[in-house]
């Protein structure tokens, strides 16, 4: 990435002048399109009823097999965390407690259920770009 920006490629490949740009910009400006993307897509799933939060409804879902993705908060207990392993369900840590709070206007959340199966695909695909990116392994291709 940094030699994209240094030789002028980026400017070149998106057909426009980019400014002043950092890797540390683009990077964060990627990351912060793929958390809205995210954010989105989550309130999209709630707006279909298609998302469950909380411990008690989540287990609930899970037991009559209707859960595709599961959303477990970065910060939660490792006691909650430990009565949602080897569910057989694709898991994904994105978020905090509060951000989930934050997003759905409700007290801190730490566990969310997909009960759709397209739309959990789109969101563990977005949740795993956004792993990759706090990992340092984004779409600019550094790793």
Not at 17 to 28: A, D, H, I, Y
Not at 40 to 48: D, E, I, P, V, W
Not at 103 to 130: C, I, N, Q, W
């Amino acid at each position: 990435m940094k030699e994209a920006i240094k030789k002028g490629r980026l400017s070149r490949a998106l057909r426009k002048g980019v400014g002043k740009v950092t890797p540390e910009l683009l990077e964060r400006t990627i990351r912060d399109a793929h958390e809205e993307r995210f954010y989105s897509l989550l309130h999209f799933c709630r707006k279909m009823r298609r998302l469950v939060m909380g411990r008690e409804a989540v287990e609930r879902e899970l037991k009559r097999g209707r859960v595709y993705l599961l959303l477990l908060a970065k910060d939660l207990s490792p006691r909650s965390r430990s009565r949602f392993d080897n569910r057989g369900v694709p898991t994904v840590e994105v978020g905090t407690l509060g951000e989930y709070g934050k997003v759905f206007s409700t007290k801190p959340v730490g566990v969310l259920a997909v009960t759709e199966e397209g739309l959990a695909r789109r969101l563990f695909f977005v949740a795993e770009k956004l792993r990759q990116l706090e990992r340092g392994y984004g779409e600019h291709g550094q790793g």
